[in-house]
């Protein structure tokens, strides 16, 4: 099993940029694809960025690509959310999710394991 905690999220203003964080403990990560997801109040979960076990894939949501960048470190455990030129539509709880796939998909069922979130605030 792996657990796995989010952190990096804040209150800041359109326009500007958050590094979210997602450690992981347990198992080491570099056995999972990756996925960052975000819910909003009173809307579903969706995709926002996945990641290969290696590193190699990247996936991103219409909504975010050319602003955010998925990335990770396998020897720190660790995966990235680099989030720029923030909009208010951004505002959600974000959480990251492991897959025991190779290839990060864009289902969340097909998660294994999430973390709590963190929540980002961009204000207008």
């Known amino acids: 099993q792996v657990q796995l905690v989010e952190s990096g999220g804040g209150l800041v203003q359109t326009g500007g940029s958050l590094r979210l964080s997602c450690a992981a403990s347990?198992?080491?990560?570099?056995?999972?694809?990756m996925g960052w997801f975000r819910q909003a109040p009173g809307k579903e979960r969706e995709f926002v960025a996945g990641?290969?076990?290696?590193?190699?894939?990247?996936d991103y949501a219409d909504s975010v690509k050319g602003r955010f960048t998925i990335s990770r470190d396998n020897a720190k455990n660790t995966v990235y959310l680099q989030m720029s030129s923030l909009k208010p539509e951004d505002t959600a709880v974000y959480l990251c999710?492991?897959?025991?796939?190779?290839?990060?998909?864009?289902?969340?069922?097909?998660?294994?394991?999430w973390g709590q979130g963190t929540q980002v605030t961009v204000s207008s």
């Open positions: 999710a492991a897959d025991w796939r190779a290839v990060a998909t864009t289902n969340l069922n097909s998660y294994d394991y």
């Open positions: 347990g198992r080491t990560l570099s056995r999972y694809a």
């Open positions: 990641i290969s076990r290696s590193g190699g894939s990247t």
